[in-house]
Nanobody, 121 residues
Framework: QRQLVESGGGLALAGGSLRLSCAAS????????MGWFRQAPGKEREFVAV????????YYADSAKGRFTISRDNAKNTVYLQMNSLKPEDTAVYYC??????????????WGQGTQVTVSS
């Protein structure tokens, strides 16, 4: 059983930055791919970024490219999402996910509880 706990969300101004963290426990962290998704009110959960087991391969949604960076520290069992140049349309609940690969949320086995990110203009 794996537990994922996100933190770092909050309120930011447009153009600002936030860094989300996701601490994992319960399984060997380095065996899991880790991803970030987000869900805005009234919308489906959408892919943001994914990071391979070693951290050597990453993939981003077009909306995140050039602004967001996913990284991981296997020694700390933690994956991060650095978000820069934030836009109001980035406002959503951000979820950490593990045990899958790709852009569909349905292939991921484990999920955190989510952390709210609100970007004001």
């Amino acid at each position: 059983q794996r537990q994922l706990v996100e933190s770092g969300g909050g309120l930011a101004l447009a153009g600002g930055s936030l860094r989300l963290s996701c601490a994992a426990s319960g399984r060997t962290f380095s065996t899991d791919t880790m991803g970030w998704f987000r869900q805005a009110p009234g919308k489906e959960r959408e892919f943001v970024a994914v990071n391979s087991k070693s951290g050597g391969t990453t993939y981003y949604a077009d909306s995140a490219k050039g602004r967001f960076t996913i990284s991981r520290d296997n020694a700390k069992n933690t994956v991060y999402l650095q978000m820069n140049s934030l836009k109001p349309e980035d406002t959503a609940v951000y979820y950490c996910a593990a045990g899958g690969w790709g852009t569909s949320p349905y292939v991921y086995t484990y999920w955190g509880q989510g952390t709210q990110v609100t970007v004001s203009s």
